[in-house]
């Protein structure tokens, strides 16, 4: 299997206080996973606040620098790219934050983010930007009309978070990586990002790596996934059957932590590969 990412027992250890109280902090201890190049797959990575979840997702964006282990993205080291390198990489792994918000700069319009993703790692010119940022905002539901001119204060936090993948996507990546990308927004538009990663992979054949503590998005969508505890991974499978019948305690304790009289039947449906959500399943 030729593999598009693969992590061999990575690990991340931080280190805080003075010369002589320093404290070891083990974020993420021995995390391994393949995330193949020829099918493309919505990875997801479930664990609590503390789990050690953003820590992985920012080595894999090449923003943190493993303690040790492998990780490598199209069979080079993430850590080690520079210049075109570089580039060539952010081009190809594209993020999408927790708060939409926090990921524009407030004094510079929507538009020109989009035509500077485009022409940067997108290899457009500017004439051809404006039709890359219209058909990538196109994708997720805008239109470059719709938020031509304006600042991110301008737009709800919904429609910025729809902005920002309509940004990774100027790209043509081969993987995004979702860090909580729904935390933030209400019911009906989880419903619409969930449905949106899963066409991303059936039909630009991205893969997505999505980190959430949210069990039902992560049931309906999930091809596979790991439980982190602790910086470890405790459990690792098919999204479905992990969920519907987890094997290890502290992912029983997460399950059980989100079912209601309501949500009793949540996990024991068996949704198709073309399932998409619907709002009254994310309530």
Same mark, same amino acid.
């Given at each position: 299997?030729?593999?598009?990412?693969?992590?061999?027992?990575?690990?991340?250890?931080?280190?805080?206080?003075?010369?002589?109280?320093?404290?070891?902090?083990?974020?993420?201890?021995?995390?391994?996973?393949?995330?193949?190049?020829?099918?493309?797959?919505?990875?997801?990575?479930?664990?609590?606040?503390?789990?050690?979840?953003?820590?992985?997702?920012?080595?894999?964006?090449?923003?943190?620098?493993?303690?040790?282990?492998?990780?490598?993205?199209?069979?080079?080291?993430?850590?080690?790219?520079?210049?075109?390198?570089?580039?060539?990489?952010?081009?190809?792994?594209?993020?999408?934050?927790?708060?939409?918000?926090?990921?524009?700069?407030?004094?510079?319009?929507?538009?020109?983010?989009?035509?500077?993703?485009?022409?940067?790692?997108?290899?457009?010119?500017?004439?051809?930007?404006?039709?890359?940022?219209?058909?990538?905002?196109?994708?997720?539901?805008?239109?470059?009309?719709?938020?031509?001119?304006?600042?991110?204060?301008?737009?709800?936090?919904?429609?910025? =978070?729809?902005? !920002? %993948?309509?940004? +990774?996507?100027?790209?043509?990546?081969? $993987?995004?990586?979702?860090?909580? &990308?729904? @935390?933030?927004?209400?019911?009906?538009?989880?419903?619409?990002?969930?449905?949106?990663?899963?066409?991303?992979?059936?039909?630009?054949?991205?893969?997505?790596?999505?980190?959430?503590?949210?069990?039902?998005?992560?049931?309906?969508?999930?091809?596979?996934?790991?439980?982190? =505890?602790?910086? !470890? %991974?405790?459990? +690792?499978?098919?999204?479905?059957?992990? $969920?519907?019948?987890?094997?290890? &305690?502290? @992912?029983?304790?997460?399950?059980?932590?989100?079912?209601?009289?309501?949500?009793?039947?949540?996990?024991?449906?068996?949704?198709?590969?073309?399932?998409?959500?619907?709002?009254?399943?994310?309530?």
């Amino acid at each position: 299997m030729t593999a598009l990412l693969r992590l061999d027992d990575v690990s991340k250890t931080f280190s805080r206080g003075g010369l002589f109280s320093a404290q070891r902090i083990d974020a993420v201890r021995k995390v391994s996973f393949t995330i193949a190049a020829d099918r493309p797959e919505i990875f997801t990575i479930i664990g609590e606040s503390g789990s050690g979840k953003t820590t992985l997702a920012r080595m894999i964006l090449g923003m943190y620098q493993p303690t040790s282990g492998t990780l490598e993205f199209d069979g080079m080291p993430v850590a080690t790219k520079s210049g075109p390198a570089r580039r060539d990489f952010m081009a190809k792994v594209q993020p999408i934050f927790q708060n939409p918000f926090e990921a524009f700069n407030p004094l510079t319009r929507i538009d020109r983010f989009l035509f500077l993703t485009a022409e940067r790692f997108g290899g457009v010119t500017r004439r051809n930007a404006e039709t890359a940022a219209d058909a990538a905002l196109k994708r997720v539901g805008l239109s470059l009309a719709e938020i031509r001119g304006r600042f991110p204060h301008e737009l709800s936090g919904g429609q910025l =978070q729809r902005v !920002a %993948i309509a940004r +990774a996507l100027v790209s043509n990546p081969h $993987l995004i990586v979702a860090d909580e &990308p729904v @935390s933030m927004v209400d019911a009906s538009l989880r419903m619409a990002i969930v449905n949106l990663f899963a066409s991303l992979r059936d039909e630009m054949r991205i893969s997505i790596i999505y980190i959430t503590h949210d069990l039902a998005t992560a049931y309906y969508i999930s091809d596979r996934l790991i439980i982190m =505890q602790n910086g !470890a %991974i405790v459990e +690792a499978g098919d999204g479905r059957a992990v $969920l519907s019948a987890p094997q290890h &305690p502290y @992912s029983r304790v997460l399950r059980n932590a989100v079912l209601t009289p309501d949500s009793v039947g949540l996990f024991a449906g068996k949704p198709t590969s073309n399932h998409r959500v619907q709002d009254k399943d994310l309530r």
